[in-house]
């Protein structure tokens, strides 16, 4: 478990944009925009089942 933790961290150093093309800069982008779209899902369905459970526990 913890080496699949370890996985999904950051690595080390942020890229040295910089240096990059504009395709280049503009895939990364997407991809990124990509990825923070997948999390938003993520996020929503947890937010989802939270309330309902929430719900469910109210007093």
Known sequence: MEDEI?????SGRPAD????????????R????????RIDAVLSGKQSVRAAADDLFKK
């Open 6 to 10: 370890e996985k999904l961290k950051p």
């Open 17 to 28: 944009m910089e240096r990059w093309n504009v395709e280049d800069l503009n895939a990364y």
């Open 30 to 37: 997407d991809r990124l925009k990509a990825e923070i779209d």
